[in-house]
């Protein structure tokens, strides 16, 4: 089975008066994302997510930041069909907690055995209702985590809060715990095969300790992405390439990285802009310096061959 998780940035679907639009892979945190010439790269945005996409081919692909849907099946019948992706018949989006409308999806070429959303997971329905992070009448995770089973192995699809523009360390070490705790309700046993997957928003570092994410590291999970070379973990540039981080996550249950002891993830960055100059590879043909571009993220993906 080949698993990937990918932050598309913003992927939402439009209607208008002359039909539907997608929105671009920008956050207007840079002056040419919000100019008069910012939305006619939208589409050119949106084609390159998609062929990355196609070109990761996953069997399953978690996804964050699809706003609904809808959007989510149009952008699978249309981009994605088009850059010659294998279909994937089982899809899921359901609404999260994140104001703006960035969800959590999940596309699969293999049938899910259950989803389960958690956006609506209280801090004292986990007993966390006194951790610093916890704050009154509002849910444990800022977006949601979806527990999808497939066969043998339950993924934990999670978005943690971003650490700006305010300090949020309580806030993803709160979801961090949730995340751990439900990965306990969910799959007891020791031999149980998991993987915690998505944008955890933290740049990982050798302290473990000092991570706000700390409660799913070390003995509780082998960090996969560990498992690259130190100068290839990187999948998050900062949009004027000044700044890189890894914040997209693998995190593996012991048995499951124990039986795929080689299993070692890749990052795709062929769509990121020219800017992310860290990336000395090649570039889809459609690539610009800040724009077009498939996202400010890389894909992450990891085969576990025989699953």
Request: overall charge negative.
């Amino acid at each position: 089975m080949r698993i990937a998780t990918f932050n598309v940035q913003n992927l939402r679907l439009r209607t208008g008066p002359r039909g539907p639009r997608y929105d671009g892979a920008r956050d207007q945190d840079m002056p040419a994302d919000s100019d008069a010439g910012a939305a006619a790269l939208d589409l050119a945005d949106r084609r390159l997510t998609a062929a990355v996409i196609a070109r990761a081919d996953a069997d399953v692909i978690g996804l964050q930041e699809v706003f609904d849907r809808a959007t989510l099946d149009h952008f699978h019948d249309y981009l994605l069909r088009q850059a010659g992706c294998a279909p994937y018949p089982h899809r899921v989006c359901l609404p999260g907690n994140d104001g703006a409308g960035r969800d959590l999806a999940l596309m699969s070429r293999r049938p899910l055995d259950a989803v389960a959303s958690h956006a609506g997971l209280m801090p004292a329905d986990l007993g966390l209702d006194h951790h610093p992070g916890a704050r009154p009448g509002r849910p444990v995770f800022c977006r949601d985590c979806l527990v999808v089973r497939i066969g043998a192995l339950t993924l934990f699809l999670s978005h943690f809060k971003a650490p700006w523009p305010e300090p949020a360390f309580h806030q993803r070490q709160l979801e961090a715990l949730a995340v751990r705790a439900l990965i306990a309700r969910h799959c007891p046993e020791p031999e149980a095969l998991w993987l915690v997957l998505g944008d955890l928003n933290e740049p990982f570092s050798d302290d473990d300790a000092a991570s706000a994410i700390a409660p799913l590291l070390g003995e509780n999970s082998v960090d996969l992405v560990a498992r690259m070379e130190p100068g290839e973990r990187w999948t998050w540039a900062a949009p004027d390439g000044t700044h890189y981080t890894r914040p997209d996550a693998m995190l593996a249950s012991p048995a499951l990285a124990a039986r795929f002891a080689q299993a070692r993830p890749r990052a795709l960055r062929q769509g990121l802009g020219h800017e992310a100059a860290r990336h000395p590879g090649p570039r889809l043909g459609d690539v610009g310096t800040h724009r077009p571009h498939a996202s400010d993220h890389a894909l992450l993906v990891v085969d576990f061959l025989g699953l």
